[in-house]
């Protein structure tokens, strides 16, 4: 079993449209959680960063991290155009090394 | 403020043939990262320096490859002896060295090797 799990099915919405990311993750050490947003042949953005449960808002991004079901989200809202990437997830434990354990990525398009 | 920098871009080989890449990290942060990335992929981590110490090599790092960062700031990752399936795009991150900023990872835009 992989460390993170996220369905890497491509994501098509029409504009205006809320997108719906998620992650889920085994090992419970994890305390950070981050999305990180990757145009083609360019390299991860961090988009939202996030410590232990909770929500966490950013203009039309929301974070969510529920550590009892080890499952995180994503909330993108009033979807553009300009939001079509791929959509990366990643989390940490804390103290050590802060390797990112990354999931799949979720391709999304979003259509005018 | 430039942001974590990578070269070359591209880099296109013969099997066999050496390959170095460089990083140049954000200024402050003493944290550098680097990892792979294939096709559909998610990055995985490979190694990691804290100012000029290499602390730790994931098991992806074979013995072809090596790592330095002399003096703690640019980094550059080695490849002897490439074969087809060192072809990926190679991601270096860096990161505040304490704090709750260590967490908070900043790629470069990647140097994308093809190994023919």
């Known amino acids: 079993q992989k460390e993170v799990e996220q369905d890497p099915g491509p994501l098509s919405v029409p504009e205006g449209a809320i997108v719906s990311l998620n992650c889920t993750y085994s090992n419970s050490a994890f305390q950070y959680f981050m999305w990180y947003r990757q145009y083609s042949r360019k390299g991860p953005e961090l988009l939202m960063y996030?410590?232990?449960?909770g929500n966490k808002e950013d203009g039309r991004f929301t974070a969510q991290v529920d550590k009892s079901s080890k499952y995180i989200s994503l909330f993108i809202r009033d979807s553009q155009p300009s939001d079509s990437a791929t959509y990366l997830c990643a989390m940490t434990e804390p103290h050590g090394n802060n390797r990112l354990a990354f999931g799949k990525g979720n391709q999304v398009v979003v259509i005018p | 403020d430039t942001g974590v920098s990578q070269n070359p871009r591209h880099k296109i080989t013969k099997r066999g043939q050496n390959v170095t890449f460089r990083c140049d990290p954000i200024s402050e942060h003493n944290r550098l990262y680097w990892y792979r990335q294939t096709l559909g992929q998610g990055p995985e981590f490979l190694t990691y320096?804290?100012?000029?110490?290499?602390?730790?090599k994931s098991r992806l790092l074979s013995d072809r490859f090596s790592a330095e960062r002399p003096k703690g700031s640019f980094s550059t990752l080695e490849i002897q002896r490439t074969e087809q399936g060192d072809s990926a795009m190679y991601l270096c991150a860096s990161s505040l060295g304490s704090g709750g900023g260590s967490y908070e990872q900043y790629f470069g835009p990647g140097t994308r090797l093809t190994v023919t």
């Open positions: 320096f804290q100012n000029e110490a290499q602390l730790e």
């Open positions: 996030t410590y232990s449960s």
